[in-house]
């Protein structure tokens, strides 16, 4: 994993994001839209907590939670 980081202390936020390879583009030709599912769920709740739960833990620090999986060409390596 990589980090980066740019501080700005006129600014009293953090943004984070956690990027991975992958997305609608590495989608199984047999299963297109898995990964938009998969993002889609992230953000629905666990066994243990719901996803209003999660949310409002989140908010109540003043964050907010989110995920994606956009539709980005693979990069050659």
Do not use: W
């Not at 609608?24 to 666990?46: I, W």
């Not at 949310?55 to 995920?67: C, V, W």
């Amino acid at each position: 994993m990589r980090l980066v980081t740019v501080e700005r202390h006129d600014l009293p936020i953090v943004t984070a994001y956690l990027v991975t390879a992958g997305g609608a583009a590495t989608d199984p030709a047999n299963r297109p839209g898995v990964s938009n599912l998969t993002a889609e769920l992230m953000t629905k709740g666990t066994k243990t907590r719901s996803a209003t739960q999660i949310a409002r833990a989140i908010e109540g620090l003043g964050g907010a939670i989110g995920s994606d999986a956009g539709a980005t060409a693979r990069r050659s390596r």
